[in-house]
């Protein structure tokens, strides 16, 4: 089978995932990317050092860091080169978990949806 079928709707079952919900998931990692990310360079702006990049000694793009961060700990679990620190270490653990358990959520929806 191909990713290709997930797409098609099938008359006999429903759709397992629409366009419709892939935009939705799109939408919502997206969202939680960017108010992590703004969270961690609010935080940084306000002189509260929350992260720190292995690689350059302290001079960093925070910006494009804090962005980058966001998107390491929703997909993974982060690789090592940026280190979150004080309370930023509290903040990546809660946005660790919520990408988690936003997979489970998205197939829960999915599957709720295809029995109505």
Known sequence: MSIRLLFIPNTIKGKLVSIDNFFYLCTVYLTIIIGFGLIYLILYLMEMPVLIEVNEAGRYNVFETS???????LFSVGNGDVIPQGIGRFIAAIEALIGYTLPAAFVARVMFERDK
């Open 67 to 73: 962005f980058y961060f966001s998107t390491m700990m």
